[in-house]
């Protein structure tokens, strides 16, 4: 598994208010929104094209276009939902596929209570959307469910990731021919006893749409 954490200031600076406890629901959706697409840059930066040629005013001009089959954008919802607008921003022919899953709070095991993918993902590029990677098990059986439909390459975009959920999802996906990558905002210390990621955000789906 490749991991990116990714290096700008200005990721940095949205992640720096995003992590901010007085930061309130409205400005914490608009700056994960556009966290988003700056972290999309980076992590499309393998995305399929196919050549094309079009006319300029002038003469002809190479050019290249989104291959097909086109990729599919999978936010686990809930607080993955708050990702996908900034990422059909940068990729708006993409399509989109859900992944409802939620985490047990007492022994931290990922459960999922809603699928709406494609069946066939053969030699589909899949974009999978979840801003927290704490213990790695929500992505990872989210990215074998996408494996198993046959998905030919899963890149995870997170606003956050821990040391732990990275070293699971590198052992869960050794054996793996598919590249698997992980494009972060930044890496952060460590998971607290309650599996929640420090210095982190808190909870991610609490701030973005409310405690529930
Ligand atoms: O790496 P893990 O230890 O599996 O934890 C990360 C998961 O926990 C959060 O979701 P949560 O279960 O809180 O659901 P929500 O998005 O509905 O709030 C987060 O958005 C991830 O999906
Ligand atoms: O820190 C964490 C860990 C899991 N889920 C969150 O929303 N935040
Ligand atoms: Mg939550």
């Not at 704490?134 to 040391?163: F, H, M, N, Q, S």
């Not at 732990?164 to 996906?173: C, Q, S, T, V, W």
């Not at 054996?175 to 929640?196: M, Q, W, Y």
């Amino acid at each position: 598994m490749e991991t990116l954490a990714v290096d700008h200031p200005l990721v940095a600076h949205k992640l720096t208010v995003l992590r901010d406890a007085q930061t309130d629901s409205p400005t914490f959706r608009r700056l994960a929104d556009e966290l988003v697409t700056l972290l999309a840059y980076e992590a499309t930066r393998d995305v399929r094209v196919a050549e094309t040629t079009v006319r300029t005013p002038l003469t002809h001009a190479r050019g290249v276009q989104l291959a097909s089959p086109k990729p599919l954008v999978v936010p686990i919802l809930r607080a993955g939902l708050g990702m996908l607008d900034g990422m059909t921003r940068l990729l708006p022919t993409a399509e989109v596929g859900f992944l409802g899953m939620v985490r047990d709070e007492g022994t931290l095991q990922a459960e999922t209570y809603a699928t709406r993918l494609p069946e066939d993902l053969s030699g589909r590029q899949c974009y999978v959307l979840d801003p927290m990677l704490a213990t790695g098990g929500t992505l990872a059986a989210a990215i074998k469910l996408l494996l198993d439909r046959g998905a030919t390459d899963v890149t995870a975009i997170c606003l956050l990731a821990a040391p732990e959920g990275l070293k699971y999802m590198d052992e869960a996906f050794a054996d793996t021919d598919a590249p698997i990558r992980v494009v972060t905002a930044a890496i952060d210390s460590h998971l607290n006893e309650d599996g929640f990621i420090m210095p982190g955000l808190g909870d991610a789906g609490d701030r973005l749409y409310g405690v529930v």
